[in-house]
C-alpha cells in the first residue's frame, strides 16, 4: 500500500504557506522603494561632490543652464579654462535615478539643489511618486 498525503495535510500546508506569504511580502515591497531612496540619495551625493570639485577648480558652480552636462564636458572653454581633460565624473553619461529619470539641478546663486521627480517622474506627489530633493537627504 502507498503512503501519501491526504487532502487536509495538504490544506493545511497550503494554509501555512499563505498566511507566512501574507506577513513577508508586504514588507519586501516597502523595502524596495526604500532602497530606491536611498540609492536616489547617494547619487546626488556623488554629483554634489562632482559639483564641489568643480567650485574648487573654477571657483563658481555651473549655472543652471550649463546642468549636470558640464561634469561631463566644459560648456564653456574660454570661462573654465582650469576643466579637467576627463570632466568631473570620469563617464561618458550621467547617471539616471532609479526610476530611469534624470535628475534636476537648479543653481540658485551658489544654492545648489539636485531633484529627482521620483517614481512618477512628475514634479510633485506623495509617497513613492514624491520629488526627493539633495537637501533633504543629507542628515
Request: glycine share 8%; proline share 5%; net charge negative.
Amino acid at each position: 500500500m502507498k503512503k501519501a498525503f491526504s487532502l487536509i495535510e495538504v490544506m493545511i500546508v497550503v494554509v501555512i504557506l499563505g498566511l507566512i506569504a501574507s506577513l513577508v511580502v508586504p514588507n519586501l515591497i516597502g523595502q524596495s522603494e526604500q532602497a530606491k531612496k536611498k540609492l536616489v540619495c547617494i547619487q546626488m551625493k556623488s554629483l554634489k561632490d562632482a559639483l564641489d570639485s568643480f567650485k574648487i577648480e573654477e571657483d563658481t558652480y555651473p549655472s543652471t543652464q550649463e546642468g549636470l552636462e558640464s561634469l561631463i564636458t566644459n560648456p564653456n572653454p574660454q570661462k573654465y579654462k582650469n576643466y579637467p581633460e576627463k570632466g568631473f565624473l570620469n563617464t561618458k553619461s550621467l547617471p539616471k535615478d532609479p526610476w530611469g529619470n534624470e535628475y534636476i539641478y537648479i543653481n540658485d546663486n551658489g544654492n545648489i539643489e539636485i531633484i529627482s521627480l521620483g517614481a512618477d517622474g512628475k514634479e510633485g506627489g506623495s509617497g513613492e511618486n514624491k520629488d526627493i530633493k539633495f537637501s533633504e537627504c543629507v542628515n
